[in-house]
């Protein structure tokens, strides 16, 4: 396991490296111009040439991207055109925050989705099932703006209930942290629920046709033994891929998500040095994105092992 491990780890420099590049060529690609962005009206060609040079902007294309993932492979990200603040510290602030939206919202999807899913499966062909199927193709179906901007009129109109605008860190106040946090994450928990619920239903009811179910019962297992110690767990594989790469997209910035609520996780500052063209925020934050979900994948692949013996790693 430890070599596989390593061996993983290794392969995300050259990954990693080619992502690089990738962000590093479309930034350049596009259109608008930061620095007319910052001096506006104030901008004459003295200015300019002084912010071309502080930028490094006259720099050719192939050593402006060597220094920056130098810097990068030693830990600094840079600087932001707008700010002049350090990327690497916001970056992480920010990502504290989506992080605990993720975690927020993968509980409630897993609440939701995993006992309806079993109990899809364990009432095949009823009211039930085709109720529990009904609500998962909203889950999928439903775009996640759509449902936030439908829930935030329904509580305002019906309840007088209005969502806190600002954010306030979970140490600091741990009340007024969740009440900003809980409408977005069950925003995103229900939408997420909707595959792992249709992906729970199809895993279980896949392993109770098989013969190893019907010779446990034979033996006089219980149904919650047959369920949740042998169908379940043998089903968990193609769950847990599917929920580990829901959360790599979830920790990778939820941007429409946290648009609507205001909520300044890693998704706003992508978009909003997007919209600012701060190209080095961008390179760096999508970086760390792909850097994050690649380590996501390897964390489903150890978890593999721990749910079922029979796979192994040299």
């Given at each position: 396991m430890r070599s596989y491990i390593i061996r993983r780890i290794l392969m995300l420099i050259p990954v990693l490296i080619g992502i690089s590049l990738c962000i590093f060529l479309i930034m350049q690609l596009i259109p608008g111009d930061v620095i007319s962005g910052l001096l506006g009206i104030e901008e004459n060609p003295e200015l300019r040439a002084q912010y071309v040079i502080k930028f490094g902007l006259d720099q050719p294309l192939p050593k402006r991207y060597i220094d920056w993932i130098t810097n990068?492979?030693?830990?600094?990200?840079?600087?932001?055109?707008?700010t002049d603040k350090e990327i690497f510290p916001e970056m992480m602030s920010r990502f504290k925050i989506t992080f605990q939206l993720t975690i927020m919202?993968?509980?409630?999807?897993?609440?939701?989705?995993?006992?309806?899913?079993i109990i899809s499966a364990l009432k095949r062909n009823t009211w039930v099932d085709a109720v529990v199927r009904f609500i998962a193709?909203?889950?999928?179906?439903?775009?996640?703006?759509?449902?936030?901007?439908?829930?935030?009129?329904?509580?305002?109109?019906?309840?007088?209930?209005?969502?806190?605008?600002?954010?306030?860190?979970?140490f600091e106040n741990a009340k007024v942290n969740l009440q900003i946090m809980i409408l977005p994450a069950i925003v995103l928990g229900t939408i997420m629920s909707g595959s792992v619920m249709r992906m729970t239903r199809s895993s279980v009811l896949e392993v109770l046709r098989q013969d190893f179910i019907k010779t446990i019962r034979a033996k006089g297992a219980s149904?919650?033994?047959?369920?949740?110690?042998?169908?379940?767990?043998?089903g968990l594989i193609p769950i847990i891929t599917l929920i580990g790469?829901?959360?790599?997209?979830?920790?990778?910035?939820?941007?429409?998500?946290?648009?609507?609520?205001?909520?300044?996780?890693?998704?706003?500052?992508?978009?909003?040095?997007?919209?600012?063209?701060?190209?080095?925020?961008?390179?760096?934050?999508?970086?760390?994105?792909?850097?994050?979900?690649?380590?996501?994948n390897l964390i489903v692949d150890i978890l593999y092992t721990y749910v079922d013996p029979r796979i192994t790693y040299k």
């Open positions: 990068v492979l030693k830990g600094d990200f840079g600087t932001s055109f707008r919202a993968a509980m409630i999807s897993w609440i939701i989705a995993i006992p309806l899913g193709l909203l889950g999928v179906s439903v775009p996640n703006f759509a449902f936030a901007t439908l829930l935030i009129l329904f509580l305002s109109l019906k309840f007088q209930y209005y969502p806190p605008v600002g954010y306030v860190g979970f149904e919650r033994v047959v369920i949740f110690v042998h169908a379940l767990r043998n790469m829901q959360i790599g997209g979830l920790l990778g910035g939820t941007v429409i998500t946290e648009q609507i609520f205001s909520i300044p996780g890693l998704g706003q500052m992508v978009l909003t040095a997007i919209n600012q063209r701060d190209y080095p925020v961008v390179q760096g934050c999508i970086l760390f994105i792909a850097f994050i979900y690649v380590m996501v």
